[in-house]
T-cell receptor, first 117, second 113 residues
Framework: DTGVSQNPRHKITKRGQNVTFRCDPI?????LYWYRQTLGQGPEFLTY????????KSRLLSDRFSAERPKGSFSTLEIQRTEQGDSAMYLC???????????????FGPGTRLTVL | AQSVAQPEDQVNVAEGNPLTVKCTYSVSGNPYLFWYVQYPNRGLQFLLK??????LVKGSYGFEAEFNKSQTSFHLKKPSALVSDSALYFCAVRRGEGGKLIFGQGTELSVKP
């Protein structure tokens, strides 16, 4: 496995601009997750896909946030009209469902650090 | 609602001594419990998990964790700490298969030579 990859690794933008992040999961992982982590805190769940279906969205995911996984492979997370409070590390994780309980361990990418000026 | 508490923001240990990083959880039903480690400016790296069975689970880099249902705890342990173990450690819980992880706020482990 080559691991979960995320691009870009760093993004600096001005308030009000739109940004898009990409996540490529581990090959053959059918589940994909987005989390947000601010300094000194644990990651907070944003949304979760199984194949191309978005199965759960956090209340943290305001209408300025949208995520897609169009072909059940890579995923994008878009933030519209960014605010300074959106500054955080955005983490992507993937896992594979399986027949045994607990098969699907989530493996994380390196994250995209967003700074909104 | 699910929740995880890591009561210590920081744990300091001398190299070669045993270490414990504490975690307690709250979840309805049977919990799936996880430990992850995060090095500076990096993503989270999976260490170990408890799903069912033996209460003592072993993971990567000599770490182990003990599940205690009555105390709703899942403490991370290592018999002999290394300086390279210094990092941020996160405990997480999930209810059943699939779905989100709920993380604690993290514990910074510092191992001094």
């Amino acid at each position: 496995d080559t691991g979960v990859s995320q691009n870009p690794r760093h993004k600096i933008t001005k308030r009000g601009q739109n940004v898009t992040f990409r996540c490529d999961p581990i090959s053959e992982h059918n589940r994909l997750y987005w989390y947000r982590q601010t300094l000194g805190q644990g990651p907070e769940f944003l949304t979760y896909f199984q194949n191309e279906a978005q199965l759960e969205k956090s209340r943290l995911l305001s209408d300025r946030f949208s995520a897609e996984r169009p072909k059940g492979s890579f995923s994008t997370l878009e933030i519209q009209r960014t605010e300074q409070g959106d500054s955080a590390m955005y983490l992507c994780a993937s896992s594979r469902s399986g027949p045994s309980p607990g098969t699907d361990t989530q493996y994380f990418g390196p994250g995209t650090r967003l700074t909104v000026l | 609602a699910q929740s995880v508490a890591q009561p210590e923001d920081q744990v300091n240990v001398a190299e070669g001594n045993p270490l414990t990083v504490k975690c307690t959880y709250s979840v309805s039903g049977n919990p799936y419990l996880f430990w992850y480690v995060q090095y500076p400016n990096r993503g989270l790296q999976f260490l170990l998990k408890y799903i069912t069975g033996d209460n003592l689970v072993k993971g990567s880099y000599g770490f182990e964790a003990e599940f205690n249902k009555s105390q709703t705890s899942f403490h991370l342990k290592k018999p002999s700490a290394l300086v390279s173990d210094s990092a941020l450690y996160f405990c997480a819980v999930r209810r059943g298969e699939g779905g989100k992880l709920i993380f604690g706020q993290g514990t910074e482990l510092s191992v001094k030579p």
